[in-house]
């Protein structure tokens, strides 16, 4: 993470894919919707994106492997200095940038 940092945050795209198979799927992905909800702006199913510093990213991260099964589920986080070093571009919906208001 050493050089990502940018006055202390980062800009950051998180996805999941949570087994839904077996009793566990349902409330596995229901907690990691809760957590990442609660530090990311949830953008579409699976994906979430937002700034976050350090120490955020660090509790996001801790919260999750508590309910991540090693074996079943997988979390990608893609980081950035910031969201100025990213473009982003809308195929097939209505483009809707729920991140505007991100200082």
């Given amino acids: 993470m050493k050089g990502l940092e940018y006055g202390g945050k980062m800009y950051v795209i998180l996805v999941y894919d949570i087994d839904l198979e077996g ?35 660090f509790n996001l991260k801790v919260e999750l492997n508590k309910y991540i099964r090693k074996d079943k589920d997988s979390v990608i986080v893609f980081k950035s200095r910031h969201q100025r070093w990213l473009d982003k571009e809308f195929l097939g919906m209505v483009e809707d940038d729920k991140t505007d208001n991100f200082l």
């Avoid at 799927?25 to 510093?53: A, D, M, P, T, W």
């Fill in 23 to 57: 009793k566990e799927g349902q409330k596995v992905l229901r907690n990691v919707f809760k957590i990442c909800k609660k530090y990311l702006v949830h953008i579409q199913n699976s994906v979430f994106e937002g700034e976050l510093l350090e120490s955020q990213m």
